[in-house]
């Protein structure tokens, strides 16, 4: 994917929910969003989308203390990346109706922007410890791209969510796609999840070549260790449970090491989320 300021645009896209544990993809965006001063270019028609009872508007007021009204939905942004290249970023929710509606609108938009490669990121709940490096794992649905750029195809099978529809589609309809997923601890899984975020922009930052200042989001995550570990250390279950965790995570049966790895995480989450 290189780092030429010519290059087509780039979507970058990542939603709330299901394929966000720890809120840890949905924050890369907000800081994406934050460092390239993007613009907000247009939102997908909320009514369209989403179930209001599921997914509520919020009442807030803004910083002139103004009461308004924020409806939930996708909305998309433009940047230029420090190489010049462009960028379309993409922060929303997963949809609760016409996902293929929703998907071919958003690829109907990034083909009349010109994009080529789409980068998706989610975020999933592990048996991982919070104290090592957080598995992550690249993949794309298209041959070219995995050929291009050395990543495999998922082995994941089973429920999809729309990250997993979005690659698919994408790459069914002439786009390179690549989703990138990263484990989060399950014990800890309320966000925010700054270090899930810190593996994800590595990894985003990476394929991309271009340079983004880490520095406060990897300051968060470090503090963010540090409470755990102390939360965990006044519970001697939990601190068990770690140590447990950190020996597995330590031999050679790493989590990050197959694609079949990252789906038995996968679908541990399911079943954990259908016991909630």
Known sequence: MGHDANQPPVMIAAFEGWNDAGNAATAVIDLLIDVWEADELDA??????????????????????????????????????PSGRQALLVRGLEPSFR????????????????????LLLGALLAD?????????????????????????ESDYEGPAGIVGVLDTMAGEGGFEPVSVWVSVPHYIADPPSPKASLTLLRELTGLL??????AEL??????WEA???????????????????????DTAESPEATGEA??????????????S
């Open 209 to 214: 070549d271009e340079e983004v200042d880490i």
């Open 227 to 249: 409470g755990v570990s102390e939360l965990a250390e006044e519970n001697p279950d939990v601190a068990g449970y770690v140590a447990q965790l950190e020996k597995t995570r």
């Open 99 to 118: 996902w293929r509606d929703f998907v071919h609108e958003l690829l109907e938009t990034a083909r009349a922007a010109g994009v080529r490669e789409i």
């Open 218 to 223: 990897a300051e968060e995550a470090e503090s």
């Open 44 to 81: 997908l028609d909320a009514q369209d989308y989403y179930d209001f009872q599921v997914n509520r508007p919020v009442m807030e007021r803004d910083e002139e203390g103004v009461r308004r009204l924020l409806w939930p939905g996708t909305v998309l942004w433009s940047a230029t990346m």
């Open 128 to 152: 991982v410890p919070h104290t090592r490096a957080l598995p992550a794992l690249a993949t794309s649905s298209s041959e070219r791209v995995r050929r291009t750029l050395a990543l495999r």
């Open 262 to 275: 990252l789906a038995r995480e996968f679908e541990r989450y399911l079943r954990r989320r259908g016991r």
